[in-house]
């Protein structure tokens, strides 16, 4: 779990690697910001240019094709495009694409934003479902309802998931909200991690009662239009709550403009889009996660296994990453075809860009 201490001024809980040294100098680095961030629009570059070994880099790239269904690969640092492939089909770096589960990065991103700005009340990550969704919750076992926001941030509600096997019976029903919280307590809350996006469809909901907006609103208005980009779509539910954690269309190029505003602190331009102390508390290990395929899990980032950078990564079904190294300042993302493609296939993915792509930075 997350340290108990807060940032001063903030609603925000205190990572246990705070990258105090990156915070201290934000200023400065402000006044350098790319100018991708000033103008609105993504410069591009060569790889030479920004530090990049340009054959490692091609040869990255070559090898994710390889290992198939691989749509396009996005590489941006320093906030210049550096490469920019297509491998024909849907998927391709101007068009919407269904990002599946990295959606739930961005919604990481919207609960950091309404804490900022106190919608959820003095108790901010310890607010629960009780007094966040109480007309939901009101028939539910005490248990239930003392689950907190950081609990459903970290996938460590206690609900038996309504992922992988159960997916399908899940979005089954007329209600997904009250289905999810239907599901038994297998786990105490905030004790065991388990990947579940009726978690992360209870957040959508929490923030939809909370502000009166509607999740895909609040991420245009919060967030994308604010740093240039856009949301083109978001599937509903039946109970007409947005789905939190899946099936989000944007253009691979607009996902890339969130990870380079995490890259520049929250900041872009000359606007706070999301609080510099949830960029950096939200990307930090607070659960296990699945430590064999996609690394450890902060507030709906996944920590990447094995990098020898401070890193963390937005994943979907199917292959969709957005991947952000704020050491190296650079950034990648990649769609594939919607189909699995299996345990070996990420982890064989993960070292070509811990090796190959990221691996082209000359230091």
Known sequence: MANPRHFPGTDVRAPRRVRAALLAALPLLLLATPPVARAGVWPSSSPA???LDQEALDRGVEQLVALGGVRSVLVVRHGRIVADRSFGGPGRN???YNFKSASKSLLSALVGIAL???VFGERGLDATVGELLPD???DLPKDKRRITLENLLSMEAGLRSTSRDRYGAWVAHDDWVAAALAEPLVAPPGTAFDYSTGDTHLLSAILTKATGKSTLELARSWLM??????????DRAPEGTYFGG???????RDLARLGQLYLQGGRWGGEQVVPAAWVGTSTERHATGWPDRYGAYGYLWWIPPDDPWESYAAIGYGGQFLYVVPELDMLVVMTSTLESKGAAWDRAAFRIFRDQIFGAAIR
């Open 136 to 138: 939901d919750a009101r």
């Open 94 to 96: 101007a068009e919407p």
């Open 225 to 234: 239009r604010p740093i240039g980009g856009d949301v083109a779509s978001w």
């Open 246 to 252: 899946n099936n989000l269309y944007m253009t691979p």
């Open 116 to 118: 900022d700005r106190g």
């Open 49 to 51: 240019a920004e530090g």
